[in-house]
């Protein structure tokens, strides 16, 4: 490629050592020349090419020989004279230096190849007279970035502007322009605006996953045009995860859109853990006695239960544990635990080891004169049920004790509570009211209840019996701690008692009387 200007320098330095002219604001012409009998062309020391007259240039060829491309390297800029109307073929061809053109009204047709490899020329404006130009017009014009079509779509030759990537302007007043044409005319490396949109009017604003619309207007022709906002995309918010209480479902982690809430990861529900409490020192299978109701722990000790608010959870020991003999079976030691409950619904055990064997089971026995009844007779610490009846122990005093009966067949196999069907209850101690004393032995204090009037059938099934005790606690409530259930009939006291009395008394032969409906055999 030509170095830009050296031309210049050497014809300026010639022209100095020729002739010494007088100082003039305007430039100079540096050469000039005819083009028939009605083109003239003169090339300024500024570097600017002016071609005036009238009618066509004529075509020249790939060679370059219009005559101003001997100075190609020196053109920088061009104008035509408005009488001038066409461009030739090749007229500019490699003016490597040439950054603008002036095509003026009048210009009808510009030739092939006449602006080929003018790598400089940035911008180039089409007048309305403008109706053809040729093959490979602008081809390799690298620099241009604005192409400009004042008029009427004009017909265009094969690759006019091959390897031009510029912005190309067009009217939409002017006939001819559509996609079709756009393309011919190199749609691909073109970047076109046919239309003078204004900023344009949101008519739906865009949503998360819906397109909203820009509806802008043609400051020339007023025609509207509706062009997509793209959809903004969901934002998403975690959900956090919450941790399941013992009332209350959890649920795993999740995520919404804060923008229009749709749900983008939903949450699962985690089912509520439920009521439970784990003993102190109970293993997985160990029987644990929840409010006079039996549950088998779990792992860990642990106890589930169906609803809150138990109050005791009683450990037992039992002599012949699991017998198939149900009467030789009674408690022998017990635990007493208080169940704290928190507002989540979890539950603490904690022992006090102050009422520990506060019920004792002392045996039974039948009445031997009378009416047939049953009495089961339970011991209590004189320590303990003092304290009880004093100042209280963890915050709780006594009211009441006493003993609950039931038969075993209308237990049905459930636990011997007041809340059974058919209970039957009656008190031996109650507070400032009864107090009456079966026994004192080794420190204890026995009380019991007789319950009569039972028919010689009812002496065969058993009856489920068991204490209780009626306590206050330190919020004024009232609650129960109940101890080891028996199973007994009259029957099966009065075989145990068959040699307890000398034969032929009264009491012998009421205790045998009874054997002999029970047992006949």
């Known amino acids: 490629m030509k170095a830009c200007g050296k031309r210049i320098t050497t014809l300026l330095l010639a022209f100095v050592l020729m002739t010494v002219l007088p100082f003039c604001a305007e430039a100079e012409t540096l050469v000039s020349g005819n083009e028939g009998e009605t083109l003239y062309w003169e090339l300024d020391e500024d570097g600017t090419l002016r071609i005036s007259g009238s009618g066509p240039m004529p075509d020249w060829s790939p060679a370059g020989d219009a005559p101003w491309l001997e100075y190609a390297d020196m053109i920088t800029a061009a104008e035509i004279a408005p009488e001038v109307t066409a461009i030739g073929a090749y007229a500019f061809l490699n003016c490597v230096c040439l950054r603008s053109i002036t095509i003026p009204e009048g210009i009808g047709s510009i030739g092939i190849q006449a602006f080929t490899n003018c790598t400089a020329l940035t911008s180039v404006r089409f007048p309305e007279s403008c109706i053809s130009i040729g093959d490979y017009a602008f081809r390799n014009c690298t620099s241009l970035v604005s192409v400009e079509f004042a008029g009427d779509a004009p017909s265009i030759g094969g690759k006019s502007f091959y390897d031009v990537t510029a912005a190309a302007?067009?009217?939409?007043?002017?006939?001819?322009?559509?996609?079709?044409?756009?393309?011919?005319?190199?749609?691909?490396?073109?970047?076109?605006?046919?239309?003078?949109?204004?900023?344009?009017?949101?008519?739906?604003?865009?949503?998360?996953?819906?397109?909203?619309?820009?509806?802008?207007?043609?400051?020339?022709?007023?025609?509207?045009?509706?062009?997509?906002?793209?959809?903004?995309?969901?934002?998403?918010?975690?959900?956090?995860?919450?941790?399941p209480a013992a009332a209350s479902p959890g649920w795993t982690e999740g995520s919404h859109c804060q923008a229009c809430g749709t749900v983008l990861e939903a949450q699962q529900m985690i089912p509520p853990l439920g009521y439970s409490v784990s003993i102190p020192e109970t293993a997985e299978g160990d029987r644990v006695e929840i409010d006079g109701t039996e549950y088998v722990a779990g792992s860990g000790g642990k106890i589930s239960l169906q609803a809150p608010g138990a109050v005791f959870a009683v450990k037992l020991s039992w002599n012949n544990p699991g017998a198939s003999d149900i009467h030789t079976t009674y408690p022998t030691h017990m635990q007493v635990f208080r169940l704290d409950w928190e507002e989540d619904g979890s539950c603490r055990a904690v022992r006090i080891p102050q009422l520990d064997d506060v019920l004792q089971y002392a045996g039974a026995s039948i009445r031997i004169t009378g009416k047939k009844g049953i009495r089961m007779i339970t011991a209590v610490p004189e320590e303990t049920r003092k304290k009880l009846t004093g100042s209280g122990i963890e915050g709780y005093v006594l009211l009441e004790y006493g003993t609950i009966v039931q038969w075993d067949s209308e237990l049905k196999g459930t636990a011997l509570t007041f809340t059974a069907a058919g209970v039957r209850s009656a008190a031996a101690y109650e507070k400032d009211r009864n107090d009456p004393v079966f026994a004192r032995t080794g420190g204890k204090i026995q009380f019991t209840n007789v319950l009569v009037g039972f028919s010689d059938a009812q002496c065969r099934p058993d009856l489920a019996m068991r204490p209780y005790m009626k306590l206050k606690n330190a919020a004024g409530e009232t609650v129960i701690l109940y101890g080891g259930t028996v199973h007994r009939s009259i029957g099966y006291i009065a075989l145990q008692n068959e040699n307890a009395f000398s034969k032929g008394s009264d009491a012998w032969n009421y205790i045998h009387g009874i054997i002999q409906i029970v047992f006949p055999n």
């Open 169 to 243: 302007y067009c009217s939409c007043l002017k006939n001819g322009w559509d996609e079709t044409t756009m393309l011919a005319y190199g749609a691909k490396k073109l970047t076109w605006s046919l239309h003078a949109w204004d900023d344009g009017t949101v008519i739906r604003e865009a949503a998360c996953t819906e397109d909203g619309i820009l509806r802008r207007q043609c400051a020339v022709c007023l025609i509207e045009q509706d062009t997509a906002i793209p959809a903004s995309g969901h934002k998403p918010v975690i959900d956090a995860a919450v941790a």
